[in-house]
């Protein structure tokens, strides 16, 4: 028993066709060959749409990144934190708690905000 591919519109038995219950006779109404040359094509064709939109991607989020890469450094790494925690209380690093370098964090980046503030102080006259 086999049926006409409305592909190519050849006659094939029908384990030339997969499977697919949604169909009425149980089988997929493009043969195998054909079903896998049109998903061939669609996946090359969906392979450059894909190169092409993550190419725009990239352009347009390479400005966003470096202000990610910037901010990221501001945030201060652990490893920045742990060196001044390490000279300025002369403890070892395996002594140094997830909480003591968040804490630190802060404490770097809250002197940093007063100096700014400062800066701007002096430059303004205060307004
Ligand atoms: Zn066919």
Do not use: F, P
């Not at 997969?18 to 090359?44: D, E, F, P």
């Not at 202000?67 to 000279?87: C, N």
């Not at 395996?94 to 905000?113: G, V």
């Amino acid at each position: 028993m086999g049926k006409i591919c409305t592909k190519c519109g050849q006659y094939k038995e029908l384990d030339q066709y997969h499977k697919n219950k949604t169909r009425k006779l149980g089988y997929s109404v493009w043969c195998k060959a054909c079903t896998s040359i049109t998903r061939n094509i669609y996946y090359k064709k969906n392979k450059e749409v894909r190169r092409k939109y993550s190419n725009e991607y990239d352009k347009k989020n390479r400005k966003t990144r470096k202000k990610y890469k910037k901010s990221y450094t501001e945030r201060l790494r652990d490893g920045y934190v742990i060196d001044i925690l390490m000279k300025i209380y002369e403890i070892k690093k395996k002594d140094i708690s997830k909480d003591m370098i968040n804490i630190k964090r802060k404490m770097i980046l809250a002197k940093r905000l007063i100096r700014l503030k400062k800066q701007q102080i002096k430059t303004t006259g205060g307004a």
